[in-house]
C-alpha cells in the first residue's frame, strides 16, 4: 500500500462506541424533531393571531390618526407588525428543512 494507510471495516455499534452517537434515528430524536416542529408551528400561530389583531386594529385607525393617542398606537402597531413579520419569517426558515 501507497503511504502506509490501511482501510478498516468499522461496525456501526463499533462506530457508536468510538463516536459516543447513536447513527440511526432513535425514538428520542423523533421525539424531539416532532417536538420541535410543534414548538416552532405554535409560536408562529400566536405570532400571526397577534399580527392579524394589530392589521385589523390599524385599519380602524382613520387616516393619519385624530388624536395623539391615536398617532402613538398607530406608529406602535405599525412597528410591532414588522417585528412580527421578521420573526415569522425567522420561524419558517428554521421550519423549512424540518419539513
Keep these: 500500500m501507497v ?17 459516543g452517537a447513536v447513527p440511526f434515528a432513535t425514538d428520542s430524536s423523533a421525539r424531539d424533531y ?40 398607530k406608529n406602535y402597531a405599525e412597528r410591532r407588525i414588522d417585528q412580527l413579520s421578521k420573526e415569522m419569517s425567522g420561524i419558517r426558515m428554521q421550519l423549512r428543512p424540518l419539513r
Design 3 to 19: 503511504g502506509g494507510s490501511k482501510r478498516m471495516n468499522i461496525t456501526p455499534q463499533e462506530q457508536q462506541k468510538k463516536d
Design 34 to 73: 416532532v417536538a420541535n416542529c410543534a414548538e416552532l408551528e405554535a409560536r408562529l400561530m400566536k405570532l400571526s393571531s397577534e399580527k392579524s389583531l394589530l392589521e385589523s386594529e390599524l385599519n380602524k385607525i382613520a387616516g393619519s390618526g385624530k388624536t395623539i393617542g391615536e398617532k402613538h398606537r
